[in-house]
C-alpha cells in the first residue's frame, strides 16, 4: 500500500506537518509520504514560501486588538506570501478576548503595506483562520483608504460606512498584483454568509452575529457601488470574516481556492493513481468542512486530477466529527473521529494525545480495512 497524506493543522494543537508526522507513523517505513497543506488559514505563508524557495521577512504590527506584536510574511523575489493568521488571527487572542465586534484586519493591512514598500509586485495573501468579521474595513485602513461613516452611530463599532475615500491609497497598489487564497467558499453576507457563518467561532453570541451579518449587508452594498463589481458573489468573498469581499472588490484581486492553488504548486497534480489511499483531515469535521476547507479540496482535487484509472481512496480524519452523512455522500470513502467519546477538550487537545489518537485512528482503519 502506498499513501499521501495531506492533513490540515489541528487549530491550537498541531501543525499541519505534526499531523502528518502523526499519521505517517502508522505506516510502515517507505509506504507513505507527507505533503503540508493550508487552505489559506494557519500555515499557509510558511508551506508556499518554502515551495518557492524564499525567506521571511517579520515587521511590528497589531493583532486584532490593537497590540503591537510581531509577525512574518514570506518572500520569494518580488513576491510576498502572507496569512491572515499571522496578523489577524485567532491563535492571538485568548478565549475570553474573542470578541468578533472589535476585532480588526488592520495588522494583515500593514504586512501587505509593508511588503508594498519594499518593492513586492505580487502578493498571495491567505484568508483564513482570522479572529475578525470586519469585512476588511481595517486592512483597507493600513493601505490608506478612509471611510466617511454614519455619525449619528459614531459610538458604535458598527457604524454604516457611507463613503469610501481611496485618494490616499498606498500607490504602489497601482502595480501589484494581488491574489486572494480563500478557504471558505462563502458569501460576504446572509444565511450561508461571513457573520453567521463563522462569527460564533469568533465569540459572537447568536444575536451579535446577526447584528454583523446586517452591517455586512450593508457594507456589501457600498462596497459594491465603490467598485461596479457584485461584491456579494465574489468567490471567497466571506472568507476571513469579508476580507475576501474587500480584496476581490476593492482591490481588484484574483480570488482562487487556497488548497487548490498550493496543490498545483506542490506539483501532485501528476501521479494521483500511484497512491491507494490520500488522508486528509482537519481539528473539526462538519458540514462546513465541505465550503472550501483542505480535506474538501484534496477530495475535489483528486476527483478532478486522477485520471480515469485507479482513483485513491480519500480518508478524512478530524478531532471531532459532526454530519458524518454529508462528508460520506460528498465522496470520502471513510470520517473518524481520532478523539476518543467523551475526552475533555484539554485532553483532547494535548499535542501528545492528539499524536497518539491520529496513529491509532489509522491503525485501526487499516486493520479494518485490510481484513
Known sequence: MKALIAIDSFKGCLTSAQAGNAALRAFPDGCA??????????????????????????????????????????????TAVIE???????????????????????GTGELMLDALEHGAEE?????????????GIGLLQALGYRFRTDEAKSGSPLVNI????SSCRCKALDSCKITGFYDAS????????????FAPQKGASPEIAEALDAWLSKLCGTYSRFSGKDVMNIPGAGAAGGIGGALGGILSA?????????????????GLESYDLIITGEGKADRQTLHGKVPAGVLEYV?????????????????????????????F???????????????????????????AAILDYLSKSLS
Open 33 to 78: 509520504e507527507i505533503i503540508p497543506v493550508s487552505d489559506g488559514g494557519e500555515g499557509f505563508s510558511t508551506i508556499l514560501t518554502g515551495c518557492l524557495g524564499g525567506t521571511f521577512r517579520t515587521v511590528s504590527c497589531h493583532d486584532p486588538l490593537g497590540r503591537v506584536i510581531s509577525a512574518k510574511y514570506g518572500v520569494a523575489g518580488r
Open 84 to 106: 491572515t493568521a499571522a496578523a489577524s488571527g485567532l491563535g492571538l487572542l485568548r478565549r475570553n478576548e474573542l470578541n468578533p465586534v472589535l476585532t480588526s484586519s488592520y
Open 123 to 135: 502578493i498571495w495573501l491567505g484568508l483564513g483562520g482570522s479572529a475578525t468579521c470586519d469585512g
Open 162 to 165: 457611507q463613503e469610501i475615500d
Open 186 to 197: 462563502v458569501p460576504f453576507c446572509g444565511p450561508g454568509g461571513a457573520a453567521r457563518m
Open 254 to 270: 484574483k480570488m482562487v481556492p487556497g488548497i487548490d492553488r498550493l496543490l498545483e504548486i506542490s506539483g501532485r497534480r501528476q
Open 303 to 331: 476527483k478532478k486530477h486522477a485520471g480515469t484509472g485507479k482513483r485513491p481512496k480519500v480518508i478524512l480524519i478530524a478531532g471531532q466529527v459532526s454530519d458524518r452523512e454529508q462528508l460520506l455522500d460528498a465522496g
Open 333 to 359: 470513502n471513510a470520517v473518524l473521529q481520532i478523539t476518543p467519546a467523551g475526552t475533555p477538550l484539554s485532553d483532547a487537545l494535548d499535542p501528545a494525545n492528539a499524536r497518539r489518537n491520529i496513529k
